[in-house]
T-cell receptor
Framework: AQSVTQLDSQVPVFEEAPVELRCNYS??????LFWYVQYPNQGLQLLLK??????LVKGINGFEAEFNKSQTSFHLRKPSVHISDTAEYFC????????????FGQGTRLTINP | DTEVTQTPKHLVMGMTNKKSLKCEQH?????MYWYKQKAKKPPELMFV???????INESVPSRFSPECPNSSLLNLHLHALQPEDSALYLC????????????FGPGTRLTVT
């Protein structure tokens, strides 16, 4: 079975500072990886995805993530955050074979302080 | 049209009521999902429809009854719910074949009184 661990439940950051949200996964088979963002009282929006190829993937709103197979990690980064980045961030994986079920991490609440 | 829509946005219902949640997409996606999300938690999968057939039921109580009348529409019928069923109900859809990302709707905030 697959599992996803988001190492920080809350991350407070000052505006314009860099941020890294950590995600580790466990799976005996190959997976695709995703980061989703959920703004208050909204659904989930796809930030970025890793399917294959270059391990550094760029997403929307200036976010990027790096896939590290040896460390089974997929950390999310942004060099300079804005107040509008305040949201819940979910890392998720899905099996490459029979890819029906997303497995989510517990989420990281990113709070941007002025 | 590149979005998943859900109605209603908010729903308050008593434990003896019958109500339905609706989800619609016009992106040609052939897999549709229902999730339940409690506060400060990730979404929990409830049901998956693939080509209008129920393919996954995550042991959801029978008071939740899904229906997929056509490839664009997904309903969730609710009956005799409990207060602990209060949550955000999210619908998602996925394109046929790869690359497997799911597109989520804005959700219906359900309160059971």
């Amino acid at each position: 079975a697959q599992s996803v661990t988001q190492l920080d439940s809350q991350v407070p950051v000052f505006e314009e500072a860099p941020v890294e949200l950590r995600c580790n996964y466990s799976s005996s088979v190959s997976v695709y990886l995703f980061w989703y963002v959920q703004y208050p009282n909204q659904g989930l929006q796809l930030l970025l995805k890793y399917l294959s190829g270059s391990t550094l993937v760029k997403g929307i709103n200036g976010f990027e993530a790096e896939f590290n197979k040896s460390q089974t990690s997929f950390h999310l980064r942004k060099p300079s955050v804005h107040i509008s980045d305040t949201a819940e961030y979910f890392c998720a994986v899905i099996l490459i074979q029979g890819a029906q079920k997303l497995v989510f991490g517990q989420g990281t609440r990113l709070t941007i302080n002025p | 049209d590149t979005e998943v829509t859900q109605t209603p946005k908010h729903l308050v219902m008593g434990m003896t009521n019958k109500k339905s949640l609706k989800c619609e997409q016009h992106m040609g996606h052939r897999a549709m999902y229902w999730y339940k999300q409690k506060a400060k938690k990730p979404p929990e999968l409830m049901f998956v429809y693939s080509y209008e057939k129920l393919s996954i039921n995550e042991s959801v109580p029978s008071r939740f009854s899904p229906e997929c009348p056509n490839s664009s529409l997904l309903n969730l019928h609710l009956h005799a719910l409990q207060p602990e069923d209060s949550a955000l109900y999210l619908c998602a859809s996925r394109p046929p074949g790869g690359p497997y990302e799911q597109y989520f709707g804005p959700g219906t905030r359900l309160t059971v009184t």
